[in-house]
């Protein structure tokens, strides 16, 4: 019979599933560091050769944690309200943990939410680890460098069709019919400019026969400025934009955080080479053939620029400046590399070969920066706007000197009203100066908002705490990777940005790759896009994201040629719909055998209930606008994005949050979702625009039908559709309608599912 604490430990670690990679993300982020920094000094195997441990409790293991001390278990699984160690934490009750004093409640939430979502703990009964041995790392596939590969013998011209063919017959799958012309036409709309096509598109694709219909297509698409606002809208998500901070405090306001936005939308219209994209936003302003015109020179330098500033209060600042490192090289390595090289900032990677010095070799490139406004303007033009500030400061200051005077005047000598009067006269006088100067100015330059400046180096902060330093680390690359310039003084911003974006580097063309693969399809050949670590899922298949890597850097790093082969693949082209045997093989459509059926993206859904209604906006660029005025009809990438009060309706439909660099995008299904598809002012005012654009096209509800359904679906409706349709119309109002019947049909239709996705 076991005992029983040992009965308790075995029932709860047995039926235990493996911790997902985000669930272990977030221990090794959030909760090892402060148990390691906090606790083990008195809660480890250490403490308990010393003889220092307390309470019988053991906090360095997984069992150790779930077992507890004298006082009982430390952490239940899932539930935060049972163990100690949350009390503890807390100072509820007899029991305060740390006795030094109470940790930050931020600290103690993320304790609570890691209880609650089932306490992932990754750590196994060992309490130390061996050295990290980065040339045996460098072994790991992700760290090895991509080759050319031969596609497999196959019947299909694109290569990519050859190697998934060769996985369905390795599979046992049979792909899926093609798509009918109208699914194909709307699903390549959506994917490459975020719209869905006009009547007219449709019906001319419809009609041409030829073989390169479809290829003729996708060069519109690819040329249209809107595909820069659809795709330059998914790299704005990897870097974690917004206009503002998670609070309010002490944080210089950013009113002209869209530069950056309008300067990523250019830059993907442009076929920026992905390499020199790369640069642009880390060191364009230290390229040595960086574009003279100030705003393709700096505007990218937002991807750094606008990130993450903390509250400053008394005694703060070393933890905020070091919160603030830390966002900058995980953006950085997550969002070019797909690399945790965050994880590191404590103690050394638990999986990836990245030692502990490696997070401080880059953060030592960026330690000390500062975020700081540039003008987008020529010298002169700045420089003639500088001056005229300072003779209204000087003016100003006139104005202040000659109040004083006036003041002690009127203290002084009360009775001498002439010379009291004099001195308000010159205030007035002055006063009016000052006017005059300010509205001769030009316009203040417009700017960008810009990290600037290059890091000296720094110490290690050991466990990851500012007030402890430990040895000094040369600035530098990751160890695994190669990088030409050597770690030391001269390793600055554009050191780290050539690594980055080198041909010799393993990471980043297959990163990218996978990105777009992944937001075309649902789904990345491997399924964690920024996570290429040992934590990170295994590619489903490596010789096609090779493939697609090596001729990405031969074909100029050019993602539009990237989005010409997925596209125009055999594989995009094919039906959505699910096969019975199949599914028994693969339900998860990991090998795509068939298209995913998809919800469309919060943007995507609005600018297509915009352009079905006839009044989207098409203007580009530009100060943002808010989304809660109903009235505004531009497409959704110029609204507005919060950190500190995100946009209910973007949060509502699954928008990432912009504290954090994001991959990809959840899908969730709640009652408030339709709630505001019917009762929302935005969606009534489409529905009414819409009632009246359909019904200006026919004469009959049946042909005002016909209409709504091409304008809405790029289809004709089917006869029970019309016929149904038709009996609604014919329904008399109820005296509390606010909309007639055809608007209620209109508003159906925009609410509907065929709108929400995509086949």
């Known amino acids: 019979m076991l005992p029983t604490s040992a009965a308790v430990v075995a029932l709860l670690l047995a039926p235990a599933a493996e911790p997902d990679a985000k669930q272990v993300e977030f221990f090794e982020n959030k909760i090892r560091p402060v148990l390691v920094e906090q606790c083990y000094s008195c809660h480890s195997a250490e403490a308990q050769g010393k003889k220092k441990l307390k309470g019988g409790l053991l906090l360095d293991t997984k069992a150790g944690v779930i077992k507890g001390g004298d006082t009982g278990a430390a952490v ?199 390499d020199r994209f790369v640069k642009m936003q880390l060191a364009g302003d230290l390229l040595p053939d960086a574009p003279a015109d100030p705003f393709d020179k700096f505007a990218g330098l937002g991807f750094l620029g606008l990130g993450a500033e903390y509250y400053r209060d008394a005694g703060c600042a070393p933890k905020a400046d070091a919160d603030e490192l830390d966002d900058k090289v995980d953006t950085v390595t997550r969002g070019f590399l797909g690399l945790t090289v965050a994880c590191a900032r404590c103690h050394d990677h638990k999986y990836d070969p990245i030692p502990n010095k490696d997070y401080y070799a880059i953060a030592g490139v960026y330690v000390g920066t500062k975020l700081t406004d540039t003008p987008l303007a020529p010298a002169d033009e700045v420089k003639a706007h500088a001056d005229a500030q300072a003779k209204v400061r000087e003016a100003e200051g006139k104005v202040n000197k000659a109040k004083d005077a006036q003041k002690k005047l009127e203290k002084d000598k009360k009775d001498d009203k002439d010379a009291i009067q004099a001195a308000t006269d010159k205030v007035k006088e002055l006063t009016a100066e000052v006017e005059k100067l300010k509205k001769a100015m030009p316009p203040a330059p417009p700017v960008a908002h810009v990290l600037s400046g290059n890091g000296p180096g720094m110490k290690i902060m050991v466990r990851g705490n500012p007030a402890v330093l430990g040895e000094e680390v040369p600035k530098g690359f990751l160890q695994v990777l190669p990088a030409e310039a050597k770690p030391g003084k001269g390793f600055d911003r554009l050191a780290l940005a050539n690594a980055i974006a080198s041909k010799e580097n393993p990471l980043t063309a297959r990163v990218i790759v996978n990105r777009v693969w992944a937001w075309h399809f649902g789904r990345g050949i491997v399924a964690s896009p920024s996570n290429f670590g040992v934590l990170g899922d295994a590619p489903t298949n490596q010789p096609l994201l090779d493939w697609l890597a090596v001729h990405f850097m031969k074909n100029g790093w050019s993602l539009k040629w990237l989005h010409r082969q997925i596209v125009l693949s055999a594989v995009y082209q094919l039906d959505s719909r699910p096969d019975a045997a199949n599914d028994k093989i693969d339900a998860a459509n990991v090998y795509q055998w068939r298209a995913n059926r998809r919800r469309v993206d919060v943007e995507q859904w609005r600018d297509s209930l915009l352009s079905v209604s006839g009044t989207l906006d098409s203007k580009m660029g530009g100060p943002t606008f808010s989304l809660r005025d109903a009235n505004v009809t531009r497409r959704t990438v110029y609204a507005k994005v919060s950190r500190h009060e995100p946009d209910g309706l973007l949060r509502l439909f699954d928008f990432p949050d912009a504290n954090a660099t994001a991959d990809k995008r959840v899908t969730t299904t709640v009652p408030q979702q339709q709630l505001f598809a019917l009762n929302s002012p935005f969606m009534v005012g489409q529905a009414k625009a819409f009632a009246t654009r359909a019904e200006k096209l026919g004469k009959t509800d049946a042909e005002k039908v016909t209409a709504a359904y091409r304008l809405a679906f790029a289809r004709n409706p089917e006869s029970q559709e019309v016929a149904l349709a038709e009996r609604f119309l014919k329904l008399p109002t109820n005296k509390d309608d606010k909309l007639t019947r055809w608007q209620q049909f209109a508003q159906v239709l925009l609410a509907s599912n065929e709108l929400m996705f995509v086949d």
Not at 129 to 134: G, K, L, N, Y
């Open 76 to 274: 239940v699984p899932g539930k935060p309200k049972e163990g100690t160690l949350l009390k503890s934490l807390r100072y509820e009750g007899d029991l305060h943990m740390p006795p030094k004093g109470k940790l930050p409640d931020a600290v103690v939430k993320d304790f609570e939410a890691w209880i609650a979502s089932g306490a992932a703990d990754p750590r196994d009964g060992t309490v130390a680890s061996a050295a990290i041995d980065v040339e045996k790392g460098k072994q790991f596939w992700s760290f090895t460098p991509p080759v050319h590969r031969e596609p497999p013998a196959s019947t299909f011209k694109n290569p990519i069709d050859a190697f998934v063919a060769a996985q369905w017959k390795e599979k046992g799958l049979t792909p899926a019919a093609p798509a009918d012309k109208r699914t194909l036409l709307r699903r390549v709309y959506l994917d490459l400019i975020g719209l869905p096509p006009t009547v007219e598109e449709a019906d001319a694709f419809e009609k041409d026969t030829t073989p390169d219909a479809f290829g003729n297509v996708v060069e519109k698409l690819l040329a249209r400025p809107q595909y820069g606002e659809k795709w330059g809208r998914h790299w704005l998500d990897v870097a974690r934009y917004a206009e503002d901070q998670a609070h309010t405090f002490g944080v210089r306001p950013k009113n002209q955080a869209w530069r950056y936005r309008d300067w990523v939308i250019k830059a993907f219209n442009a076929d920026m080479p992905f």
